[in-house]
């Protein structure tokens, strides 16, 4: 009887052992899920999910270890200089993102890839931004402030507006500080409270001067053909004409002949 007795103690002992495990295992995987990022600070609100406080920390990058249930994060007051390519795409609940006062000076596309159907409100203020990324913002339809950035205004910016979901008031943040061409006078003017300034005007301009000169450059090609076969043409009816010339005397023998025939 002693060794059945062992035998069970000891499968009974290596089963609470492997379901220790399992719960272990399992703690673990839901605290990497659910636990705060590191040197971040995090609450949980009482209508469920996470708030993720990150600022003033002295950040260079986007932190990768976001909690994956987060809904709210604030990356304030750092020195971020870039959002690269899916940088929240684990975030499927985010609905707030704050990445005022950094120094972004660039927004990758896709930047904000996978937050399209959540995120209702992006804080991008008081950064370097100056060119505007329409790929950056793709899918987006959030409520984006982008004030106290120096954008650059340009045909580009133009062209690209139109093709940008965000809501319509957002846009209104894009404060030209220079613009291109310079004389259009939109510096210190909110981009779109100046809807009848053109400034693809230049590249209009360009654009019909280039194929005035493509135009001209095929309209010599034809004259100067047309030239070339009149040309040939009377060289051609020239040397006939000499050669036609050169025939004078058998044809009045001929034509001799055929008189005194008919005279006879």
Not at 11 to 30: A, D, E, I, N, P
Not at 57 to 74: A, G, K, M
Not at 209 to 229: E, H, K, P, R
């Amino acid at each position: 009887m002693a060794l059945p007795v062992h035998m069970l103690l000891r499968h009974s002992l290596m089963m609470c052992l492997l379901l220790h495990s399992l719960v272990l295992m399992s703690f673990c995987l839901h605290h990497a899920a659910t636990s705060c990022s590191r040197n971040c600070y995090c609450t949980e609100s009482d209508g469920g999910g996470k708030t993720v406080r990150c600022s003033n920390l002295q950040l260079t990058e986007i932190p990768q270890d976001i909690p994956n249930d987060t809904r709210r994060v604030y990356l304030d007051f750092n020195h971020i200089t870039a959002v690269p390519a899916n940088a929240f795409a684990g975030l499927p609940h985010l609905v707030e993102l704050d990445l005022s006062h950094n120094e972004l000076s660039q927004l990758e596309p896709k930047a904000f890839r996978g937050l399209g159907s959540s995120l209702q409100f992006l804080d991008l203020s008081s950064n370097k931004l100056v060119k505007f990324n329409p790929e950056a913002f793709e899918g987006l339809r959030a409520r984006a402030n982008l004030t106290n950035n120096p954008w650059h205004c340009d045909c580009s910016l133009q062209m690209a507006l139109p093709h940008v979901d965000l809501e319509p008031a957002s846009l209104a943040g894009i404060v030209c500080q220079t613009s291109d061409p310079e004389e259009t006078g939109v510096q210190g003017l909110a981009f779109l409270l100046a809807p009848d300034i053109d400034l693809c005007v230049v590249m209009k301009r360009t654009t019909d001067v280039a194929m005035l000169v493509v135009m001209f450059g095929w309209f010599s090609m034809v004259i100067s053909y047309l030239v070339y076969y009149v040309r040939a043409n009377q060289e051609d009816a020239r040397r006939h004409l000499e050669y036609l010339k050169s025939l004078p005397s058998k044809q009045t023998k001929s034509e001799e002949s055929s008189t005194i025939s008919t005279v006879v």
